[in-house]
């Protein structure tokens, strides 16, 4: 069974410039979350959806992120414009409907020069 | 809100030491969910605790909740080098999970 799969990997921008990140959850798993983690830091809820519906952002600065997971399956996160503070490892993970266990991307790294 | 507080932040321990690291809420828990994250990679989910008082056993993996659940404990008997990473625990909050800030474990051969 294939995992959680995010792209890209890595994303070196320049501040001030916008970026996305692209993320398909484990087929059937029809929860979804966007987590940001800072170096040396545990992983920090940024969206979490249910199918197609965003059940908890209140973590996420609607000011400039945004995210989207329009038929309920992937999902896409985006940033603009970018900031230096925003480097970090971005991830993406999914679990089934009512079920605890979430099952974690590899991650996209954002570098913000 | 609620917080969830890891110590130690940092250990070193020679191959063949046991290892602790203990999680703390600032409030009482529902579920408690245990990860590691090795170095470069992601979280990878180890167990779950419900009941107050539980002790479950991966291995030489051994993990604890507290009575009063506010804490938990991850204990590894007999460190080895593919023991390295972070573990993290995760702490059920309203509507998800909070995770903790994570113990830095460090296996010497």
């Known amino acids: 069974e294939a995992g959680v799969v995010q792209s890209p990997r890595y994303k070196i921008i320049e501040k001030k410039q916008p970026v996305a990140f692209w993320c398909n959850p484990i087929?059937?798993?029809?929860?979804l979350y966007w987590y940001l983690q800072n170096l040396g830091q545990g992983p920090e809820l940024l969206i979490r959806?249910?199918?197609?519906?965003?059940?908890?952002d209140s973590q996420l600065p609607k000011d400039r992120f945004s995210a989207e997971r329009l038929k309920g399956v992937d999902s896409t996160l985006k940033i603009q414009p970018a900031e230096l503070g925003d480097s970090a490892v971005y991830l993406c993970?999914?679990?089934?409907?009512?079920?605890?266990?979430?099952?974690f991307g590899p991650g996209t790294r954002l570098t913000v020069l | 809100g609620q917080q969830v507080m890891q110590i130690p932040q940092y250990q070193h321990v020679q191959e063949g030491e046991d290892f602790t690291t203990y999680c703390n809420s600032s409030?009482?828990?529902?579920?408690i969910q245990w990860y590691k994250q090795r170095p470069g990679g992601h979280p990878v989910f180890l167990i779950q605790?419900?009941?107050?008082?539980e002790v479950k056993k991966q291995k030489r993996l051994t993990f604890q909740y507290e009575e009063k659940k506010k804490n938990s404990s991850l204990h590894i008997t007999a460190t080895q080098t593919t023991d390295v990473g972070t573990y993290f625990c995760?702490?059920?909050?309203?509507?998800?999970?909070?995770f903790g800030t994570g113990t830095r474990l460090k296996v010497l051969a």
């Open positions: 993970a999914s679990s089934f409907q009512g079920e605890d266990t979430q099952y």
């Open positions: 087929s059937g798993h029809n929860t």
């Open positions: 959806y249910e199918n197609e519906e965003a059940v908890d």
């Open positions: 409030t009482t828990l529902s579920n």
């Open positions: 605790l419900v009941k107050s008082g």
């Open positions: 995760a702490a059920a909050g309203t509507y998800k999970y909070i």
